[in-house]
């Protein structure tokens, strides 16, 4: 890409980026793996959820189950942001905390103004850590406000990263799309989460359990035994006249 090009050159003409470069690689494997894992694990959770749905065999929804989804995805939330304040720190340590002359490209991040990163860095750190607070404790009655905060931070991010930071680059389609639907990922995922935790807690209160999943199969069987039923009921009228 042309904005690695540009920035091959500049760290040969920086005389940190022997130093630097390694850190830089490591942080964006860091949330490399934090955005894509969110993403793929999603994909898994959801099939899983349509797979149980499909076939009448689905788990009894506990909040067990939902914490430990929670815990998950909050880590990767924790991890992109810690990934994002370090990454940010290092390039505004060494290149200065205004506008880059040329974007610092470490997928996923792309920085053209290390200020902007480190502070939406520092917030997802903090909805990561919350998160993780809701699902070791017993705080689950706020876990509605918590989604809320969620998707309150994917609008932060699209602001100050995915826009601001991404836009000023002069590869804002290309780029931007992938960071939108990687970002998207990385918040919705500890929402629904987080959603479904609220729920079962007021089945909770309610004192009543959760119900299984139930699935076309299951469907199918009931609606066949009623069929059935009324053959035997049809056939036992037939018989007495």
Known sequence: MPAQAALLEQQQQNPF???IEPLLIMQGLTGSIAVCA???????MFTNILLGYTTGKG????????????YFFAFLVLLKGISEVVIGSIIKDHLGGGRLATPVVEPPF???KAGLVIADGVWVTLVGLIGLAIAGGNVTRVAAMYAGLCLFTLLIQLALYDTASVGLAAMAIPVGS????LTTAL???????????????DFTEMGSSPKPMIGAASSSASLEDRMNGLRGDAA?????V
């Open 187 to 201: 918040m919705l995922m500890p929402a629904y989460a987080a959603g479904h935790l609220d729920v079962l807690e």
């Open 17 to 19: 980026s022997t130093d």
């Open 236 to 240: 036992s009228v037939e018989s007495t």
């Open 38 to 44: 969110a993403l793929q694990g999603g994909q898994f």
């Open 59 to 70: 788990k009894v929804q506990s909040t067990t189950l939902w914490r430990g989804r929670l």
């Open 178 to 181: 992938l960071q939108v639907v």
């Open 110 to 112: 792309v920085i053209t």
